[in-house]
Structures are given as structure tokens and as C-alpha cells.
């Protein structure tokens, strides 16, 4: 029987959050800066290039405007 992942929710930054499962990646209202001081990758607010690029389904939704997103 083939083992499938888990929700994985994760918040990113501000009202930013990303929700991962199997090869399905959704990102919630992702802020286009770094957040001062954290580092990098998912903890850190970030989204690296290559979680996008080894999901086959990658959502955007955005709920509401701002400049950086």
C-alpha cells in the first residue's frame, strides 16, 4: 500500500501560509519580501524555488492586495 503525506501547514509570514500535501502545494497570501533576521526556507517564511518545483500542483490564492503581494 502506497504511504501518503500527510497535511503539512505551514505559516510563512504576515498572513502568508503554505498548505503541502503529496504533490499539491497551495500558497496562501505569500509576501514578495524576507521577513528581517529569520534565515531562509519554509520556517523562515520562504518559499524555496525547489519545494515549487518538485510539486506537480502548485495553487496561488490571494485574498487581498497589497503592494508586495
Given at each position: 500500500?502506497e504511504?501518503?503525506?500527510?497535511l503539512?501547514?505551514?505559516?510563512?509570514?504576515?498572513s502568508g501560509?503554505?498548505?503541502?500535501?503529496d504533490?499539491?502545494l497551495?500558497?496562501?497570501?505569500?509576501?514578495m519580501?524576507?521577513?528581517?533576521g529569520?534565515g531562509?526556507?519554509?520556517l523562515?517564511?520562504i518559499?524555496?524555488?525547489?519545494?515549487?518545483q518538485?510539486?506537480?500542483?502548485?495553487?496561488v490564492?490571494?485574498?487581498h492586495?497589497?503592494?508586495d503581494?
Amino acid at each position: 500500500m502506497e504511504k501518503k503525506e500527510q497535511l503539512k501547514i505551514t505559516y510563512l509570514h504576515n498572513s502568508g501560509i503554505a498548505i503541502e500535501k503529496d504533490e499539491l502545494l497551495i500558497i496562501i497570501d505569500y509576501a514578495m519580501h524576507t521577513p528581517g533576521g529569520r534565515g531562509e526556507g519554509l520556517l523562515s517564511g520562504i518559499i524555496p524555488t525547489d519545494l515549487i518545483q518538485k510539486k506537480s500542483k502548485v495553487l496561488v490564492l490571494v485574498t487581498h492586495r497589497h503592494i508586495d503581494h
